[in-house]
Antibody, heavy 127, light 110 residues
Framework: QVQLKESGPGQVKASQTLSLTCTVS??????????WSWVRQPAGGGLEWIGR???????NYNPSLKSRVTISVDTSRNQFSLRLSSVTAADTAVYYC???????????????????WGQGTMVTVSS | QSILTQPPSASGTPGQRVSISCSGS????????VYWYQQFPGTAPKLLIY???QRPSGVPDRISGSKSGTSASLAISGLRSEDEADYYC???????????FGGGTKLTVL
């Protein structure tokens, strides 16, 4: 079955860049049928969509984070990555990677919300 | 403040039916599918409802989703203690060109 797993430093210093990688197993990331997303959740807080990437490298970002976010895909390694620059304490959260199916019917395609998630990885921004 | 509005809490007794609302606008719920997640502390969200009212395999039929205009609802009937969790609605927002989550609802089984 398809599994996703986040990896990267658990602690990042304020003003530096947070970098995480999501490794996909059980399926190819080089598929026309999915987008690949990042979502985060601060302790005790709600879910926040960060952005997503398609196999071609096409991206969509949360407008509130767009100036600091880069999401990229590495099909040779079956991975996709998140970079968040100029981090502050407000970026401390559990970061999840997830798979977003594309559903097509007739002439229209819909981008479903995430159906498979990684276990999440905690990232703390320290001063 | 979330783009999608959910009540912060909901509760019910075992066996009861509980409904959780999710209110949005014509830019999001009014023009896109709604999805619902269940999340237990320390774990990743689990997809409960997709495309407004569809259940993934393995989700019991006592859980249902509906949508009318710019609002959506998640209903859980025959409430059980194991339903105690956080629930989130999510959809796409055309004006933001991004996915938006509700603030989440903590369901307590009394």
């Amino acid at each position: 079955q398809v599994q996703l797993k986040e990896s990267g430093p658990g602690q990042v210093k304020a003003s530096q860049t947070l970098s995480l990688t999501c490794t996909v197993s059980g399926d190819s990331i080089d598929s026309d049928d999915f987008y690949w997303s990042w979502v985060r959740q601060p302790a005790g807080g709600g879910l926040e969509w960060i952005g997503r990437v398609y196999t071609t490298g096409t991206t969509n970002y949360n407008p509130s984070l767009k100036s600091r976010v880069t999401i990229s895909v590495d099909t040779s390694r079956n991975q996709f990555s998140l970079r968040l620059s100029s981090v502050t304490a407000a970026d401390t959260a559990v970061y999840y990677c997830a798979r977003d199916p594309i559903y097509c019917t007739g002439t229209r395609c819909y981008h479903d919300a995430s159906d498979i998630w990684g276990q999440g990885t905690m990232v703390t921004v320290s001063s | 403040q979330s783009i999608l509005t959910q009540p912060p809490s909901a509760s019910g007794t075992p066996g009861q039916r509980v409904s959780i609302s999710c209110s949005g606008s014509s830019h999001n719920i009014g023009s896109n599918y709604v999805y619902w997640y269940q999340q237990f502390p320390g774990t990743a969200p689990k997809l409960l409802i997709y495309r407004d009212d569809q259940r993934p395999s393995g989700v019991p039929d006592r859980i249902s989703g509906s949508k009318s205009g710019t609002s959506a609802s998640l209903a859980i009937s025959g409430l059980r203690s194991e339903d105690e969790a956080d629930y989130y609605c999510v959809t796409w927002d055309d004006s933001l060109s991004g996915r938006v989550f509700g603030g989440g609802t903590k369901l307590t089984v009394l």
